[in-house]
């Protein structure tokens, strides 16, 4: 997506070799617009699955999750990461380590927004080590669902996260692809 290329040429802060903040355009602020054109874009790649959920994790998956949910028409289900007092007994749980906190975090979805007829999309902001994806791939399976796909916004080629669900054999479709993180700015993989 070559109009997200040049906002994160433009917005994003390289805050290591490793962590790129997207704070302007993904993970503080939003821009609506930006967003559902995101939504468009893996909502057309995914048309012919017939997904009937997207799910992401909070807080920053949520808004494309949004985006992508309202253009298939579908419901978008949001895991939450940690246990409230208001949280419902019945559902899956699973531990994952956080990239951005360095703590481990528990990823919780209620059993009743997800059946074995389901035909399921996961997306995402940004994968690392794939962890959050994981986390939620495992999810999907203990419900018994069909996970369709995995979308993510921008995929960091130099982590392995992507690349190990691929070898899964996950469909994982990202919308920009980073090589690079450092000196030179941000390099791009396409
Ligand atoms: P993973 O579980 O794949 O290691 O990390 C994915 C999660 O960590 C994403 O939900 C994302 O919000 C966060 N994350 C991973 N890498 C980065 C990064 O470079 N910048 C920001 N802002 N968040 C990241």
Redesign the pocket.
């Known amino acids: 997506m070559e109009e997200l290329k040049q906002r994160i040429k433009l917005e994003g802060v390289i805050?290591s070799q490793?962590?790129?903040?997207?704070?302007a355009i993904?993970?503080h602020q939003v821009d609506p617009a930006l967003t559902m054109e995101m939504g468009r874009a893996f909502a057309s790649r995914f048309a012919a699955e017939g997904v009937t959920k997207v799910v992401t994790?909070e807080s920053?998956?949520i808004p494309v999750a949004f985006a992508v949910a309202l253009e298939l028409g579908v419901p978008m289900i949001f895991a939450r990461r940690k246990k409230t007092l208001l949280a419902d007994p019945d559902s899956y749980v699973e531990r994952?380590?956080?990239?951005?906190k360095g703590i481990v975090t528990d990823l919780m979805l209620p059993k009743r927004f997800i059946k074995k007829e389901d035909r399921v999309l996961l997306i995402?902001?940004?994968?690392?080590?794939?962890?959050?994806?994981?986390g939620l791939v495992k999810i999907i399976h203990s419900a018994e669902a069909t996970l369709v796909g995995v979308g993510i916004v921008?995929e960091?080629c130099f982590?392995s996260?992507a690349q190990s669900l691929r070898d899964q054999g996950i469909r994982l479709e990202s919308l920009v692809r980073i090589q690079s993180l450092g000196e030179e700015g941000v390099v791009f993989a396409d």
């Open positions: 805050a490793q962590v790129l903040k997207l704070d993904l993970n994790v920053s998956g994952v380590p956080s990239f951005t995402d902001d940004i994968i690392a080590n794939g962890d959050a994806a994981r921008v960091k982590q996260g």
